[in-house]
């Protein structure tokens, strides 16, 4: 007897269903009026139409297609893969005009909306962000993704990514993790989905069951995922598991073979009923909505019946971009008709749909007004946010004899930027404070010309060096230069390429990783290096033989009278 109720015990803990947070703080009496109101009026083919979500180019001639969409196929929802502002939200209120049903918009938004808008602000990448100790800041950084996204319409944000990025030469996550440690990614992508649904912005983590250990991208192949449940519990499932229980509402599957959960040969895990439903759905409790992946990625089509059928099988709620709509839905209504689906699921599957449609706002929409909609995204605040962001992030790697912040700006200091065609904006922070001779060379800079600007540099008494780009190496100049002068490395790169760098970073007197090479990277590396703020960052991932994970040297402020906003 106390061994069956032991059993049952454990049994209703992994099995127990997590309500969202979303759901739970609804008015369950004026959602469930709502949603009945719109279901009963609509036809099997409308309700099979809500579980679609299309990639939409939002630019006028591709209108005419996306509005037959609308009026045909019934489809429930719209992600922009591209784009401009005024082009994106005038297409918003287009096509929601057009649909009897409020559309869903999503946004791949992980770093922001300058991931698909260049004009907005340009937030850091997670893996800066998961050099950031202040978890208070992820959050305050997320509650602004989502009040860009209620400005612009949107109701879905496909962020954060929290897979655990474990392999330095995976092709396709990267820097789009926030790091090599299961915790970290987990407290990261729990304050930034804390901050974007305090906005009422799904957020729909990716890519379960967890692309951190591939070697493959998934737009390409169907990448293998070779960890044993044991290491799947340990390293990949965790970040999932906790944002589960923190209650927040979406999650994506990704496109990838976990044998694991699933050895059908050639079955992407978004596609598996083993892992969608059982595992996902039932082991972890989620009760959310989950979204494919782009069904049309390579990842996805390994097999020979629909994939959009077969992750409506195994238990998606969403499907993304189906390669053929049209062809998608006849076959899912041929599944209904022959018994294989049950209209049951579908009407599920429906209500479901609207009712986070109702908890965004939906049943009380509005047009997006577009006039000042640029400068209602690009405020001050969000500026001096991304500003913010990339003055925690910024690491200092290594500092001997303490060179950073600089202390004698009366030496003859020169300033190189390698691959800048220009003056970079760090040269520019670097010279308003004090004298420096700049260099630079550009991507594609001759090697007389290498040549040249490094003879020059051995005549100052200290070179500070930035590295801007991957495509050529110059470590070896770099070490023989600082065979000759005090070399003080900085690099706007992401934190596994410094491998590359090796001979020179074992050979300069200071290291500083600025992760990206955006202007805001380069003006918080530069007000490091000057002393105007101190260094706080700490690595989220290890470099090899280099740099262990959690290095970071903590500086002070050099000056106090100088502002971390010069």
Request: with cysteine.
């Amino acid at each position: 007897m106390k061994r069956f109720l032991l059993f049952l015990l454990v049994y209703q803990t992994v099995f127990a269903q997590i309500e969202t947070n979303f759901y739970r703080q609804a008015n369950r009496e004026e959602m469930t009026k709502w949603v009945d109101s719109v279901f009963n009026t609509m036809t099997p083919d409308e309700r099979i139409g809500q579980l679609f979500m299309l990639t939409i180019d939002p630019a006028k001639p591709y209108r005419e297609k996306t509005l037959s969409y609308i009026k045909n196929q019934k489809i429930g929802g719209i992600l922009f893969a591209k784009g401009n502002l005024p082009e994106q939200a005038e297409s918003t209120n287009i096509y929601q005009a057009a649909s009897q049903i409020p559309l869903f918009f999503s946004f791949d938004g992980e770093w922001g909306l300058a991931m698909r808008l260049p004009e907005t602000p340009q937030f850091p990448r997670n893996m800066a962000l998961g050099a950031i100790e202040n978890n208070e800041l992820i959050r305050l950084y997320g509650e602004e993704v989502g009040r860009e996204m209620n400005e612009l319409g949107v109701q879905l944000n496909f962020a954060p990514v929290l897979d655990v990025n474990i392999n330095p030469g995976n092709p396709v996550i990267g820097n789009r993790s926030f790091g090599e440690h299961s915790e970290l990614v987990a407290e990261k992508g729990i304050a930034y989905s804390t901050g974007l649904e305090s906005r009422k912005v799904i957020a729909v983590v990716k890519h379960f069951p967890g692309h951190g250990d591939t070697k493959e991208d998934s737009h390409k192949k169907l990448p293998v995922v070779n960890h044993n449940k044991k290491l799947m519990k340990e390293i990949d499932l965790p970040p999932f598991e906790k944002f589960i229980q923190h209650g927040f509402s979406g999650i994506m599957t990704g496109h990838l073979f976990v044998p694991a959960y699933d050895k059908t040969a050639g079955l992407a895990s978004s596609l598996s009923p083993k892992i969608v439903n059982d595992l996902l759905r039932k082991e972890l409790g989620f009760t959310g909505l989950i979204i494919t992946d782009a069904l049309v990625m390579e990842g996805a089509l390994g097999t020979k019946t629909n994939p959009s059928l077969q992750a409506l099988l195994a238990g998606n709620d969403i499907l993304l971009k189906p390669v053929d709509v049209i062809t998608a839905i006849k076959a899912i209504k041929n599944a209904v008709a022959n018994g294989a689906v049950s209209m049951e699921t579908i009407d599920e599957k429906c209500k479901k749909i609207l009712s986070y449609k109702y908890i965004t706002g939906l049943n009380k929409y509005k047009p997006i007004k577009i006039e000042g909609l640029a400068q209602r995204i690009n405020t001050e605040q969000a500026h001096l946010l991304v500003e913010k962001l990339n003055q925690e992030a910024i690491t200092l790697l290594k500092n001997e004899e303490q060179a950073i912040p600089l202390k004698e700006l009366n030496k003859k200091i020169a300033v190189l930027s390698i691959g800048e065609g220009n003056l970079s904006q760090f040269q520019n922070v670097l010279s308003s404070h004090g004298s420096f001779d700049n260099f630079y060379l550009p991507e594609k800079a001759s090697a007389q010309s290498i040549q040249e600007v490094f003879k020059k540099l051995q005549k100052y008494d200290m070179v500070i060096c930035g590295v801007h780009f991957n495509k050529r190496n110059y470590s070896a100049e770099l070490r023989a230069l600082s065979l000759k002068t005090n070399v003080n490395l900085v690099f706007f790169i992401t934190p596994y390429n410094l491998n590359r760098y090796s001979g020179s970073i074992e050979r300069a007197r200071s290291v500083t990783l600025a992760y990206e090479n955006t202007k805001a990277a380069q003006k918080a590396a530069a007000q490091i290096i000057l002393g105007h703020i101190p260094a706080k960052g700490r690595l989220p991932v290890t470099i090899s033989k280099l740099f262990a994970y959690g290095s970071g040297i903590q500086t002070e402020k050099a000056d106090a009278s100088k502002s971390a906003e010069e």
